[in-house]
């Protein structure tokens, strides 16, 4: 679990200045920091619950808008703080004002960029925070926004398909789930006062209600049942450490879901990885800061096992191949640079790689959404016929 540092720095010029960072531990504090211009002269851990009280959130659109606002204003060769005046009049939300006018204020008290980022964490990913960080050390600031451009482009493109893709199936497959419960718990118990007055002279008809009754019960009982544990499933997911580590793990384990999240986190990972190490972070370090770009937990985890494994001297693949998460060719990619020596090579190319693959199964559920959704209505529609339907036309013809 990472914890919140309080930590007193002094920077290139002199300067002290306070900042908040995040880190496992008290050893992975001081390694993140020797590896930057930043020299580390005090620290200490702070509560939780005091950061996260000042975090706002802002939305991914207005993220999204803020970055491509930035990365053409500091090409135009605006500078940082000029820069945020003109977005805050480009964009004239509140969210962006509040955005805006929050990092200005802090830059104007001496803070760094990726410092006052850090207040809207919620909404600007580690990996965001970290690039940005890296490049005001490194002076590419501006590079660094048009690369985090491009990336939230395409990020927001790939859950527009998803979307598209969903949104006539799922309308569709509630319809008929809508149709289903009003027959359950409208329809029936009508019919069912029907047939109790017939079935007073018909032990058979009576049978034969209760039996359809039974029947449609279990199907409802199970369709609430799965619906608890599924939406139980999210809470845990996002508020149990424990809990959410257990569920990421047992994804991994699921034939397509799987798949599906070992590739996008390796897209997201390698494209750290790529951009850290092209700006001279130590691989370590690089790989401490990767970690976090994954979102799932246990991929997350068994990166920073790896990372904990490399910086104890063991080889770079094997650390890797040890964790038997990661898809082979990862390893083997990486078994490649660790031979030649160029490990930012390496990520460029497994970046390419699995954006492309993240591509491809993306066109693949686009392609098989709709048919798989509808198949499924289907199948409940036939569930709807087989306890419903032809048992209520059984009875009519007993009548």
């Given at each position: 679990m990472m914890k919140l540092y309080r930590c007193r720095v002094c920077n290139e010029n002199g300067k002290k200045e306070t900042i908040i960072h995040e880190a496992a531990n008290e050893e992975a504090l001081v390694r993140y920091f020797s590896g930057t211009t930043l020299m580390l002269i005090s620290y200490k851990e702070t509560a939780s619950a005091v950061r996260t009280a000042h975090r706002a959130r802002v939305g991914g659109a207005v993220v999204m808008r803020f970055t491509e606002s930035m990365a053409a204003l500091l090409r135009a060769g605006l500078s940082v703080q000029e820069s945020l005046r003109v977005c805050m009049k480009i964009d004239k939300s509140e969210k962006n004002k509040l955005l805006c006018t929050e990092l200005l204020a802090a830059l104007m008290k001496g803070e760094r960029l990726h410092s006052a980022l850090e207040l809207f964490s919620p909404s600007f990913p580690p990996l965001y925070i970290s690039l940005v960080r890296i490049g005001e050390s490194a002076g590419s600031i501006t590079d660094v926004f048009a690369r985090l451009a491009a990336y939230l482009a395409i990020k927001k493109e790939t859950r527009q398909k998803i979307t598209q893709a969903l949104v006539y199936p799922i309308a569709v497959l509630i319809t008929a789930v809508c149709v289903i419960a009003c027959i359950v718990f409208f329809v029936f118990p009508r019919l069912e006062a029907v047939f109790d007055v017939f079935a007073e002279n018909s032990v058979q008809?009576?049978?034969?209600?209760?039996?359809?009754?039974?029947?449609?019960?279990?199907?409802?009982?199970?369709?609430?049942?799965?619906?608890?544990?599924?939406?139980?499933?999210?809470?845990?997911?996002?508020?149990?450490?424990?809990?959410?580590?257990?569920?990421?793990?047992?994804?991994?384990?699921?034939?397509?879901?799987?798949?599906?999240?070992?590739?996008?986190?390796?897209?997201?990972?390698?494209?750290?990885?790529?951009?850290?190490?092209?700006?001279?972070?130590?691989?370590?370090?690089?790989?401490?800061?990767?970690?976090?770009?994954?979102?799932?937990?246990?991929?997350?985890?068994?990166?920073?096992?790896?990372?904990?494994?490399?910086?104890?001297?063991?080889?770079?693949?094997?650390?890797?191949?040890?964790?038997?998460?990661?898809?082979?060719y990862v390893v083997t990619w990486i078994g490649i640079g660790e031979s030649t020596g160029s490990v930012q090579t390496v990520f460029s190319q497994l970046h390419r790689y699995y954006e492309k693959e993240s591509a491809r199964i993306i066109a693949n559920i686009t392609v098989s959404a709709e048919p798989a959704f509808i198949l499924l209505t289907g199948i409940l529609l036939f569930v709807l016929v087989g306890q419903f339907v032809l048992p209520v036309f059984s009875l009519l013809g007993a009548l």
């Open positions: 008809v009576a049978s034969s209600v209760d039996s359809m009754y039974r029947s449609l019960m279990a199907v409802a009982v199970a369709a609430v049942a799965l619906l608890f544990a599924a939406m139980l499933a999210v809470l845990l997911h996002r508020f149990s450490a424990r809990a959410r580590m257990a569920i990421d793990a047992l994804l991994l384990r699921l034939p397509f879901f799987a798949q599906y999240i070992k590739t996008t986190c390796t897209s997201d990972f390698s494209f750290s990885m790529e951009l850290l190490c092209s700006s001279g972070v130590p691989l370590v370090q690089a790989l401490e800061q990767s970690a976090h770009v994954a979102r799932n937990a246990a991929y997350r985890e068994a990166v920073l096992r790896a990372g904990r494994d490399v910086s104890q001297g063991k080889l770079f693949s094997e650390s890797f191949e040890k964790q038997r998460v990661f898809p082979d």
